[in-house]
């Protein structure tokens, strides 16, 4: 059971364009992580947010944290075919839930 | 650096065999978790590990999973008798935080591909 839901679940796009995928709960989480997980390899944490409100930006990568920590956002501006990947997002104390994933792919 | 390190790659086991799958964490990194990952699907939580201590163990499917992680630094997950339901991605995650912190940070293993047949 996982009680992160995100969307949308795949998303195909030329190179340069903008794209938000969302993770969306029910539940309050004191923190979120997004990962972007290439095939045959392990997720890589991209951020970590803490703080309801919260905006952090990794380069072209920007996260939001929900006001209510129950919901997050990633957005990338001007997407590269290097951003191709499945981006997952995950919250929790020990055991870790994770999402489905987006599965994203950047057509050049 | 070393990353965290899953062996083997690839399992195939026939329906009923036993197996045992390896995770050797970055050194000195206090916690260590497993998740199964189907295909198409998120990882999802098996147990998790604080030094030798398992703090967790509500993700594992059924009594025929098993993990242990006996001197808080390489970890093992048993199967035994091996379902085809099985079948999927084990991978391995430590980290340098106890899971007390609130962002405490996961490194993950290239996991190990299970096949039952």
């Known amino acids: 059971t996982q009680l992160l839901e995100q969307s949308p679940q795949f998303l195909s796009i030329q190179e340069g364009e903008n794209l938000t995928v969302y993770c969306n709960s029910s539940s309050v989480f004191s923190s979120l992580q997004w990962y972007r997980q290439e095939p045959g390899e392990g997720p890589v944490l991209l951020v970590t947010?803490?703080?309801?409100?919260e905006v952090k930006k990794l380069k072209r990568l920007t996260f939001q944290f929900g006001d209510a920590r129950k919901d997050s956002s990633l957005h990338i501006t001007a997407a590269q075919p290097g951003d191709t990947g499945l981006y997952l997002c995950?919250?929790?104390?020990?055991?870790?839930?994770f999402g489905a994933g987006t599965r994203l792919t950047v057509k050049p | 650096g070393a990353g965290v390190s899953q062996s083997p790659r690839y399992k195939v086991a026939k329906r009923g065999q036993d197996v045992a799958l390896r995770c050797d964490p970055i050194?000195?990194?206090?916690?260590l978790f497993w998740y199964q990952q189907a295909l198409g699907q998120g990882p999802e939580f098996l147990t998790y590990f604080q030094n030798e201590a398992q703090l967790d163990k509500s993700g594992l499917p059924s009594d025929r999973f098993f993990a242990e992680r006996p001197e808080g630094s390489v970890s093992t997950l048993k199967i035994q008798r091996t379902q085809q339901e099985d079948s999927a991605v084990y991978l391995c995650?430590?980290?340098?935080?106890?899971?007390?912190?609130?962002?405490?940070?996961?490194?993950f293993g290239p996991g190990t591909r299970l096949t039952v047949t």
């Open positions: 995950a919250g929790g104390e020990g055991d870790m839930r």
């Open positions: 050194s000195g990194h206090v916690s």
């Open positions: 995650a430590s980290s340098p935080q106890a899971t007390t912190s609130r962002s405490y940070e996961q490194y």
């Open positions: 947010v803490v703080t309801g409100g």
